[in-house]
């Protein structure tokens, strides 16, 4: 089954061909940091209309980029939540129009559930059952993936996810939006321990998270300098903050791990590309005889592969999404 997926869910706007929901023929992304960097994070208003102007220029892309020809896509997989409700509703509405047009079904793509099957793009995926953790700017949330259709949430975070976090406080260090990729690069020479920030809801008994404690401790803490961090100081800080994010992520994850009864771990999302988290979680996936799985940097962030690889799943099962189907904010319920 060849499937083309679309994805809109924040600021980057992508399409890719995928066959059988493994083999990525195409993707192509383009992103709107240039647009939001000013405001220090993303403008939904801006973020809607930059869609509009690229979606049809991304889409055609990836067609000609995959050598398939547009009659011989056989499904139409587009995010329909939870996210930025205008910018869904621009690809999801595109992606509408195309399927309509060549007669071939649509399928809806819960956004935070595909980036789990990001790991399936892999030459060698992931069995199931698995713990799953995305992570990203918009979501923390564990699920425990019995199988590709089987799929449930075990906790989320209660207040910021992580990788808004991040961006948080690189905006209190000064740094350019987004700040995830600088404060990982800063933190590789700064000393994790230098600092000791609080690890919110490490032993809270749940599988929750929650970071809004973290980002104003890490506030605090540079309100009380009478300076402007910078050099080892500024390095320091951000080893410090990466470490208790990683510390309460990994802890979560093996505890989940545990509870759930499997040997595979899988991470995903954005913070995914984070690199004290891949390698804070290979050391304590063999420290736990577990198997860790994390997609490629490529498709860590938002992507249309990891969609179409999640719709063609529902696909060959016989699935698919009636015309009006409607987009959608945010997660409301477990699964």
């Not at 939006?177 to 690890?199: N, S």
């Not at 404690?213 to 309100?223: C, D, H, M, S």
């Not at 498709?299 to 959608?328: K, V």
Request: glycine content about 12%; hydrophobic content about 45%; charged content about 20%.
């Amino acid at each position: 089954m060849i499937v083309l997926g679309i994805e809109s869910s924040c600021d980057d706007t992508s399409a890719a061909v995928v066959k059988d929901g493994r083999r990525v023929l195409s993707c192509v992304v383009t992103g709107q940091d240039s647009f939001h960097e000013k405001f220090g994070g993303v403008v939904p208003e801006i973020a809607s209309r930059r869609h509009i102007s690229v979606i049809d220029e991304i889409v055609r892309k990836a067609v000609m980029d995959s050598g398939v020809p547009l009659g011989d896509i056989e499904g139409v997989a587009a995010t329909c939540g939870p996210g930025l409700i205008g910018a869904i509703l621009v690809g999801l509405n595109y992606a509408k129009g195309l399927a309509y047009s060549l007669g071939v079904p649509l399928v809806g793509v819960n956004h935070v559930e595909a980036h789990l099957f990001a790991a399936r793009l892999a030459d060698i995926p992931p069995a199931t059952p698995f713990v799953g953790l995305v992570v990203s700017g918009g979501h923390t949330n564990l699920y425990h993936v019995q199988a590709m259709d089987q799929i449930y949430l075990l906790g989320r975070t209660v207040d910021d996810a992580a990788g808004e976090c991040f961006d948080k406080i690189g905006k209190l260090l000064g740094l350019d939006y987004p700040a995830g990729a600088q404060i990982d690069r800063l933190a590789a020479d700064g000393d994790g321990a230098a600092i000791c920030f609080p690890r919110p809801m490490i032993r809270s008994g749940d599988l929750n998270f929650s970071f809004s404690g973290l980002k104003t401790a890490v506030k605090n803490y540079i309100a009380k300098l009478d300076h402007t961090p910078e050099g080892r100081e500024l390095c320091d800080i951000a080893a410090g903050f990466s470490a208790a994010v990683v510390d309460v992520l990994i802890a979560k994850l093996l505890v989940a791990a545990k509870q759930c009864k499997v040997g595979r771990i899988v991470i995903a999302g954005g913070v995914a590309a984070n690199g004290l988290l891949r390698d804070r979680a290979a050391k304590s996936a063999d420290e736990h005889g577990l198997d860790l799985f994390i997609p490629s940097l490529s498709f860590c962030t938002d992507n249309a592969a990891m969609i179409a690889a999640s719709g063609t799943r529902a696909l060959q099962s016989g699935e698919s999404s009636p015309w009006s189907l409607n987009a959608f904010a945010s997660l409301t319920k477990g699964k």
